[in-house]
C-alpha cells in the first residue's frame, strides 16, 4: 500500500491472511440481560479475549509483518495508553524486532506490567497518549520505526479484519454495530470493511463525554476510559469515519462504570472502560433503533484497583450499597438493637463507625455510619421505611 492511502478491502483481507499466526477470530455472545434491559437484542463482540486483552494485535501484527529487514534490525518506538503498547511488544517479539514502548506516567499498572513482559523496553512520560507520542518521535530520528496507534493504513488495515469477522458473524437481523473511538483506528478499519461487505448495517462509534474530539468537544478532564482518551485524533481516521459513520454519541463514567459491573456480573466478561464504552451507549439509549444491535468490547484490561472502585461505585449506584447515618444513645443494647433491626430485613453488614468527637451530640449520644449491603433500590427504600417506623432518625449518605 502506497503511504497515507486509505486501506482497500483487498488491503484487510490481505491482512487478516498475515496476522492469522497471532491474532485469533473472537466470539460474537448474545446478552438476556442486556437485551432485556436495552429493550432491544445485543450482541457481544468478545475482542477483550482477544492476545494481550485487546483488538490492537491485529494491526500491530500486520504493521510488523510488513517491514522490511533493514527496518526490523533498527527496531520499532510506538507510544500507547496500553493495549498498543502491550501488542506492538508482542508482535515484535515474536519476529525477533526490539521494542520501545512510550506510556503515559499514569498508565495502568496491569497494562505497563504486561508490555513490559513481552520484552518491550517502557519508558513512563507526561500525561496523556498525546504526550507520549511527541516523547516517541524523538526516538524515531535515531532510526527505528514509528509504529502509529491509529494513523497508518497498514495498522488500520489490520484492525479492519474485525469487519471481515463480523460481516461473517452477524445474522442479517443486525441493524447497528457500535463500536468504541479513540484515534479511530479501529472504527476505520471496521467501517471500511463493513462498508464494503454489510453496507445495510448503522455504525455508530461512542467516545467518553470528558474526552470526543469526534464530537467536536474539548477534553475536560479524566475518564476511566483511558482506552479511548485521545485529544487528537489521526486526519486519515477522521477522514475514514466523517465519510462512513452514521453517528459518534458521547457516555459518561457512570454509565461506562454501569456497562462494566454488568458485563462482569451479568455476562462474565471482563472488560476496561474503552470496551464497554459501547455497551455503555446502548443502555444509556444513546444509540438510535430498535432493532439487533452488537456493541464491540475492544478490550479488557482493566487495572486491579480501578475494577475494583469501579464494581464498589457502580454496586452502589444500583442500590447495592447502602450507607446510612443514625444517632443512638450511648449506652449499653442501643447498637445491637439497632443491628437486629437491620439484620431482620435481610441486611447484611459491611462496617460500623461510632462518633462521638467533634459532634453537636448530647452528652451520653453517639452518631453511627452503617455501610450495609442490599439486594436492590427496593430493598434499600424498604429498610429506610422500616427504620423510620421504629423512630429512627436516619440519614442516607450518598
Known amino acids: 500500500m502506497a503511504t497515507k492511502t486509505v486501506p482497500t478491502l483487498a488491503d484487510i483481507e490481505a491482512a487478516r491472511v498475515r496476522i492469522a499466526a497471532l491474532a485469533r477470530p473472537t466470539p460474537v455472545y448474545s446478552s438476556e440481560t442486556l437485551s432485556r434491559l436495552a429493550g432491544r437484542r445485543v450482541f457481544l463482540k468478545a475482542e477483550n479475549l482477544q492476545r494481550t486483552g485487546s483488538f490492537k494485535i491485529r494491526g500491530a501484527v500486520n504493521k510488523i509483518a510488513s517491514l522490511s529487514q533493514a527496518e526490523r534490525a533498527a527496531g520499532v518506538v510506538t507510544a500507547s495508553a496500553g493495549n498498543h503498547g502491550q501488542a506492538v511488544a508482542l508482535a515484535a517479539r515474536e519476529t525477533g524486532v526490539t521494542a520501545t514502548v512510550f506510556m503515559p506516567q499514569d498508565a495502568p499498572m496491569a497494562k505497563v506490567d504486561a508490555t513490559r513482559s513481552y520484552g518491550a523496553e517502557i519508558v513512563l512520560v507526561g500525561d496523556s497518549y498525546d504526550e507520549a507520542q511527541a516523547s516517541a518521535g524523538k526516538r524515531v530520528e535515531d532510526g527505528a520505526t514509528f509504529v502509529h496507534a491509529f494513523e497508518d493504513e497498514v495498522v488500520i488495515a489490520g484492525q479492519g479484519t474485525l469487519g471481515l469477522e463480523l460481516a461473517e458473524q452477524l445474522a442479517d437481523e443486525v441493524e447497528t454495530v457500535v463500536v468504541p473511538i479513540g484515534g479511530g483506528g479501529l472504527a476505520s478499519g471496521i467501517a471500511l470493511a463493513l462498508r464494503e461487505l454489510r453496507p445495510e448495517i448503522k455504525l455508530v462509534g461512542v467516545q467518553a463525554e470528558s474526552c470526543a474530539p469526534f464530537t467536536g468537544g474539548e477534553p475536560i478532564g479524566f475518564t476511566i ?134 459532634m453537636d451530640l448530647p452528652v451520653t449520644g453517639t452518631e453511627v455510619e452503617l455501610t450495609l449491603a442490599m439486594r436492590d433500590e427496593e430493598h434499600c427504600a424498604d429498610l429506610l421505611g422500616r427504620l423510620a417506623e421504629l423512630g429512627y432518625d436516619v440519614e442516607r449518605l450518598q
Not at 472502585?309 to 449499653?332: C, M, N, S, W, Y
Open 225 to 358: 476510559a483511558d482506552g479511548i482518551a485521545v485529544k487528537k485524533p489521526g486526519e486519515m481516521t477522521r477522514g475514514i469515519l466523517e465519510a462512513r459513520l452514521d453517528e459518534v454519541v458521547t457516555v459518561t463514567d457512570d454509565q461506562i462504570a454501569h456497562a462494566i459491573v454488568l458485563l462482569l456480573e451479568r455476562v462474565k466478561l471482563v472488560v476496561e472502560g474503552a470496551g464497554a464504552a459501547s455497551v455503555a451507549a446502548v443502555l444509556a439509549g444513546r444509540v438510535g433503533g430498535s432493532g439487533p444491535v452488537c456493541s464491540l468490547l475492544s478490550g479488557g484490561n482493566i487495572d486491579a484497583m480501578l475494577l475494583l472502585e469501579v464494581a464498589r461505585h457502580g454496586l452502589t449506584q444500583a442500590g447495592r450499597f447502602l450507607v446510612i447515618r443514625t444517632k443512638l444513645d450511648d449506652r449499653p443494647g442501643a447498637l445491637a438493637k439497632l443491628l437486629a433491626c437491620v439484620a431482620d430485613e435481610r441486611v447484611n453488614v459491611h462496617s460500623v463507625e461510632h462518633h462521638r468527637e467533634g
